[in-house]
């Protein structure tokens, strides 16, 4: 079964930091472009960084750009998504995905993240 599950979420204080971890079962993440995503209630979804399966190019919204680095660990299979300098207007669901065509085929469930004093 293919599977891709978001780790990492939690409540923060502005200024802090998160590793988010996606973790995939029932295939290999090596394979496919990996990305990451939120989406805040009433928002509609945001892409925040993804980074390649052919070369680990990476590319990050500008948005987030100072704040936010991808990397994979191919041995574990996972991807991370670290931020820091957490405003609260990054609260949201975060969600990471994977493709290797255009289309993202596979969705994690998300993971809440709050930023918030």
């Known amino acids: 079964q293919v599977k891709l599950v978001e780790s990492g979420g939690g409540l923060v204080q502005p200024g802090g930091s998160l590793r988010l971890s996606c973790a995939a079962s029932g295939f290999t993440l090596n394979s496919y472009t990996i990305g990451w995503f939120r989406q805040a209630p009433g928002k509609e979804r945001e892409g925040l960084s993804c980074?390649?399966?052919?070369?680990?190019?990476?590319w990050t919204a500008d948005s987030v750009k100072d704040r936010v680095t991808i990397a994979r660990d191919s041995d574990k299979n996972m991807v991370y998504l670290q931020m820091t300098d957490l405003k609260p207007e990054d609260t949201a669901v975060y969600y990471c995905a994977a493709r290797n065509s255009m289309i993202w085929s596979y969705w994690g469930q998300g993971t809440q993240v709050t930023v918030s004093a």
């Open positions: 980074i390649s399966h052919s070369d680990d190019t990476t």
